[in-house]
Nanobody, 126 residues
Framework: QLQLVESGGGLVQPGGSLRLSCTAS????????IGWFRQAPGKEREGVSCITSNGWITNYADSVKDRFTISRDNAKNTVYLQMNSLKPEDTAVYYC???????????????????WGQGTQVTVSS
């Protein structure tokens, strides 16, 4: 069964950091772009960051630029999202998805991604 598994979420104070992991089960990630998305209650799923299969192209939402860093370790079949200087508005369930065409576009649409995991909750609160 092809599946992604997100982990690393939790409760953190404003200004804190978390590192999320996205690991594939049943297939190799090294041919695909991976995107991180998030969804807050009552809001649409929004793109946060993406990375191409070779790691050469990355993109970030304006709201997370200079605070979040996406990276990947294809040997470990894992993509990471390092989140620093977290803000309460970063609170959401974070998901990762696969872009089978290996595209990482500046404007991300969740319709271009599939094989979503169950998500990991990130809560930023004092």
């Amino acid at each position: 069964q092809l599946q992604l598994v997100e982990s690393g979420g939790g409760l953190v104070q404003p200004g804190g950091s978390l590192r999320l992991s996205c690991t594939a089960s049943g297939f190799a990630l090294d041919n695909y772009a991976i995107g991180w998305f998030r969804q807050a209650p009552g809001k649409e799923r929004e793109g946060v960051s993406c990375i191409t299969s070779n790691g050469w192209i990355t993109n970030y939402a304006d709201s997370v630029k200079d605070r979040f860093t996406i990276s990947r370790d294809n040997a470990k079949n894992t993509v990471y999202l390092q989140m620093n200087s977290l803000k309460p508005e970063d609170t959401a369930v974070y998901y990762c998805g696969v872009d089978s065409l290996d595209f990482c576009q500046a404007t991300m649409s969740h319709y271009d991604y599939n094989y979503w995991g169950q998500g990991t909750q990130v809560t930023v609160s004092s």
